[in-house]
């Protein structure tokens, strides 16, 4: 067995393996091939910044999984995955971003060394990294084998955490708390985003409580005033004004396990009306984690949520949480459970959910959020925070 | 018109969609739907970190572009692009990750809606962002359409940079010598190499010379010793060790223009063989600037690169340069001219390549990168750094 500093023992990897196969039996699958690195690395243990060329693993219902690659980057490979070398594959360099040959016409030919090209083959038809243009490389090179949508079948294996995966959350709660600490002796009127955004991300990288950080699959988001009505506006070199609020959404990462805490902060007295705004989101949130209980839906969560936010007259027309744990960017979710009404999904202890009210109004947005635990005695927040409208004056 | 604070003259959005169309015309497209985050906004200035869910940007023959994304992210979109609020599609949140409905279904009704259903529609097959399932929508709901590969069609308008694009180069270049600098200034044996992130990070949204860094399309990589050998690693918790090698492969990047560089640290002196080492890849550099006049080829540069590396008995089966500009995560390389035999691409004044030698050993890993500007006297480099093995003892 190659000597590799894995993440989680070799038995959580194999159980996760063992999971994954009930699932594909379920669902008549013969082979699974995931280009999402976030499943990648959950099956093997591979970790790279490798996931902007073709790669992806192979999974049959016997035998290790198959990690195939750039061929530069199955050296990454060998250092971060499980497996032995025979199931590490790298295609040659001429297949990198040529017109000529697709990479996936190289996968081929290994799924046709192995015997599987007859097979049910499940693909992830939705995911990032597995573009059109590679199953349409599928399609014509393996004409014998059955193509299912795999869906998100791999991010449904992992939406209840092990001991170990909530460990790292935990680490990445105090890496966030440290962030949001960090912004708030910091910010002030006048300083430049970009330059609060060098702290934020000092803070993340260094970690805390003795535990490094990792990259984000997000990077800090930090809208001010009427900005902040654009949720997903990243930063820039204007500053901080007085008498305006900033919503935070930072995230703290940890061995790719990702714990994400929002706050707003206002510089100055706040306004009656965001005042308001805070009230309704903190009784709200409140009311969704009394009913996030294991047992309970998510469904029943959004229903706790919304009923109380729609009491105070506000509507929100967006989701309010979904799952979170090992990602890689673009999206810290998961792409599994979403806090809204009609999604079924019942929780679980050990599910871990981003739980995220957010609210934008005419002048300014708001978010405060909770990363939870679901537990057998009701939802637990990974963080220690101030739940409330922070205020600097 | 909306009073949006755009990155460049809108005269030089006119003028980018004007050269599109031309490509357009001559491969005979009527309309192109844009998926890359980076040619989104090259062509309208959007900006956001929204490629999570599903978006674009649809480009016809006449009129503005259309912006179409998650219904939040519209607001983005309003305080980003050129476009009247008309011109600007979000569409509601239960498309969102739902199994039931997917967003492109929202996009053909948009298609449909403006008459171009019947129209030759080209797609960014092989794009991140353009999924498999994103093309089987568009297949689905638009029968009259004919459909085709759009390639890299705006990647490749966009290879000569316009001087306003050379200027914020010019900045991320001051950007990512201080990085550079940091890092030589910080690194020490028993540093940690998380620690050592936080301080680059820093620097990179601090920015240099007044102006501030954003985000970059890749994470810093800093493999040392035996990890080099795998070049997208990017970092632990573990120390720098003495007489170790460590490559910093990093960018700066301001208003999403990069300027990579790469430069390797030998802490403690260095062995005769990563001197040799140096000298090849240095000399291999310099022949390959020196060919990397406009009017030559991609493919002279890098007969020039390879043949003097080859002279020194190394030899390196991956491209050694790509051409750069305006990007988005996953990756900082435009998708267009690579440096590697064959590429018959002539050169032109305003071409910006990230030039990247780097040699893979059995104990370690080298790089040393200039990012170049092709003029009409030649290549210039946009750093000013010492392009060398760095010894730190």
Redesign the interface.
């Known amino acids: 067995m190659p000597d590799v500093e894995l993440n989680f023992e070799r038995s959580e990897y194999a159980d996760r393996i063992a999971r994954t196969r009930v699932a594909m039996d379920k669902a008549g699958y013969d082979l699974l091939f995931l280009a999402d690195p976030s499943n990648m690395s959950w099956l093997t243990g591979y970790?790279?910044?490798?996931?902007?060329v073709h790669q992806g693993v192979l999974l049959a219902m016997d035998g290790d999984p198959v990690w195939w690659g750039r061929?530069?980057?199955a050296?990454?490979a060998?250092?971060?995955v499980f497996m032995d070398a025979a199931d590490i594959i790298g295609y040659?360099?001429?297949y990198?971003?040529s017109?000529e040959r697709?990479p996936m016409d190289h996968l081929c030919d290994v799924i046709k060394q192995r015997g599987w090209d007859k097979h049910t083959i499940a693909?992830e038809?939705?995911?990032?990294?597995?573009?059109?243009?590679?199953?349409?490389s599928l399609q014509t090179n393996l004409p014998n084998a059955t193509f299912k949508?795999a869906?998100g079948i791999v991010n449904w294996q992992r939406i209840v955490k092990s001991p170990q995966e909530i460990e790292y959350i935990r680490r990445a709660a105090r890496i966030v708390e440290a962030m949001h600490a960090k912004v708030f002796e910091r910010v002030e009127p006048g300083m430049?985003?970009?330059?609060l955004?060098?702290?934020?991300?000092?803070?993340?990288?260094?970690?805390a409580d003795g535990?490094?950080?990792?990259?984000c699959a997000?990077?800090p988001?930090l809208p001010s005033g009427?900005?902040a009505?654009?949720?997903?506006?990243?930063?820039?070199?204007r500053p901080f004004n007085n008498n305006e609020i900033t919503f935070f959404e930072l995230g703290g990462c940890h061995r790719r396990y990702h714990c994400p805490m929002s706050r707003t902060i206002s510089l100055g007295t706040p306004k009656q009306t965001h005042l308001d705004a805070e009230k309704a989101m903190v009784e709200s949130l409140n009311a969704g984690l009394e009913a996030a209980n294991a047992g309970n839906t998510c469904h029943d969560v959004a229903v706790a949520f919304f009923d109380t936010l729609n009491s105070f007259g506000f509507e929100k027309?967006?989701?309010t949480g979904?799952s979170i744990g090992l990602s890689y960017?673009?999206?810290w979710?998961e792409?599994t459970l979403?806090l809204?009404k009609g999604d079924m999904t019942v929780l679980e202890p050990g599910m871990c959910i981003h739980f995220i009210p957010s609210l934008?109004l005419d002048d300014a947005g708001l978010e405060i959020s909770e990363t939870i635990l679901i537990t057998d005695k009701g939802a637990e927040p990974f963080c220690n925070y101030p739940r409330k409208l922070l205020v600097k004056d």
Chains 1, 2 share one sequence.
């Open positions: 970790d790279g910044w490798s996931f902007y061929g530069m980057d050296n990454g060998l250092r971060t040659p360099d001429h990198v971003q017109t697709h693909v038809m939705d995911n990032y990294y597995f573009t059109a243009a590679a199953f349409a949508d869906g430049k985003k970009n330059e955004v060098a702290d934020i991300l000092h803070t993340a990288a260094f970690g535990h490094g950080g990792d990259y997000f990077v988001m009427v900005d009505t654009a949720p997903h506006l990243t930063w820039d070199e027309d967006s989701r979904y960017p673009p999206d979710g792409r979403s809204r934008w």
